[in-house]
Structure formats: C-alpha cells, structure tokens
C-alpha cells in the first residue's frame, strides 16, 4: 500500500514569486508520482509525472519536480508564478506493478497580484 | 476530441431519492474511476472497475452503486442509503491498471434539497 502527505494545505504567494509545494510518500515497492492540478469546479488534469530515468521532471505551464529517493519525496517548483497559477495541486503515488492511484489532500496554491 | 464527459453538470436530489451520474469515454480505456471530493478536501475513491462487467468497491463505497455493461459507460447511482451525498463527483478512466496517467471528466456537483 501506498500513502501521500502534502505538506501544506494553503500557499499564499505572490505573483512572479518562486513557489515550492511539498510532497512525500510512502511505498514498499517501486512507484510512479504525479502531480495533477484543478482549476474551480473542474476535474484534475495532470501537471508532470515521474515514471523512470532524470530525476528532474518538467511539466505544463513552466512547473517542474524534482524526485528524490532517499526523502521519497515529490516536490513542486515554479520559478516564478502567475495569478492563473491559482488553483489546487494533487500529488498522487502508484504502484509500478499496476494498482489504484493514491492522492494527497491537496495544496490550495493562492497568488496575489 | 476524446475525453471524458460527465452529467449533469448541477444535480439537485430530494431525500430519500436515487440519483444516477453518468460517466461516457471515447479514449478506449479499460479502467474506470468514480471519486468523492468534499470542499477542500482531498478525492476519495468510491468504486472503480477494470473492465466490463466488472468492478470493486473503493475506500467509501456505502450508498453507492456502479455498473459496467459497456466499455466507454460507468454510470454511478447515488442511492437514499449515502447519509450525506452532498459533494463534488469525479469520474475518471486510465489505460488499464499499469496504465501511468489518469483522465478526468470536468466533475458533477450533487446537492441534496
């Protein structure tokens, strides 16, 4: 079984700021990560996943993560933010040998003008 | 375009009703998801299934129920026994199980009156 802890529930910042939004698991085996994104009264589309390979992942709209093993973590960066930033993120975990995707509870990221 | 299409949009139910959400797909995919999500909470899962004619409860299946008689349908009906059915629904499909990217419909809102 998987589990994801978002560190944060609410990020306030403000617009062209750098943002970090913070997430870690939990596994026994080997995992893909995701972050996925949702804009008022819409469903969630993805944002950037990691499968294998550079650890250094770039997705939509300038974010990018980083996977780190030893912390199994998946933290989001955005150099540089916009209001349209605003929105919550979802990190979620699953299991490379096929199951049910687990998600956080979710980062409300606020960017003020 | 393919993707997934949820309705209705706003659905308003009397206590003691049944209330039935579809969920259509034209991506092809095998897996199929329905979710919970209360205000700024996080997605619960309620039932999903991983081909035709076939399904498995989720974390909070209790007052809901689902089929699958057509690979592109995964209706859920939303029955008098859920005490509180009040919330945002989201359906969503994946490739297959060890599919790596989940697809969401834009989400239906359920309100009991």
């Known amino acids: 079984a998987q589990s994801v802890t978002q560190l944060d529930s609410q990020v306030p910042v403000f617009e062209e700021a750098p943002v970090e939004l913070r997430c870690n698991y939990s596994?026994?085996?080997?995992?893909?990560l995701f972050w996925y994104v949702q804009y008022p009264n819409q469903g969630l589309q993805l944002l950037l996943k990691?499968?294998?390979?550079?650890?250094l992942v770039k997705g939509i709209n300038g974010f990018e993560a980083e996977f780190n093993k030893s912390q199994t973590s998946f933290h989001l960066r955005k150099p540089s933010v916009h209001i349209s930033d605003t929105a919550e993120y979802f990190c979620?975990?699953?299991?490379?040998?096929?199951?049910?995707?687990?998600f956080g509870d979710g980062t409300t990221l606020t960017v003020k003008p | 375009d393919g993707g997934i299409t949820q309705s209705p949009k706003y659905l308003f139910r009397k206590e003691g009703q049944n209330v039935t959400l579809s969920c259509e797909q034209n991506?092809?995919?095998?897996?199929m998801y329905w979710y919970r999500q209360d205000p700024g909470q996080g997605l619960r899962l309620i039932y999903y299934?991983?081909?035709?004619?076939?399904?498995q409860k989720g974390d909070i299946a209790e007052g809901y129920s689902v089929s699958r008689e057509k690979k592109e349908s995964f209706p859920l009906t939303v029955t008098s026994a859920q005490k509180n059915p009040t919330a945002f629904y989201l359906c969503?499909?994946?490739?297959?199980?060890?599919?790596?990217?989940?697809?969401f419909g834009e989400g239906s809102w359920l309100t009991v009156v």
């Open positions: 596994s026994s085996v080997s995992v893909y």
């Open positions: 969503a499909s994946e490739q297959g199980m060890a599919g790596n990217t989940i697809y």
């Open positions: 979620a975990v699953k299991a490379t040998n096929a199951g049910k995707s687990t």
């Open positions: 990691y499968l294998s390979g550079s650890t």
């Open positions: 991506l092809n995919h095998d897996a």
């Open positions: 299934s991983q081909i035709v004619n076939d399904f």
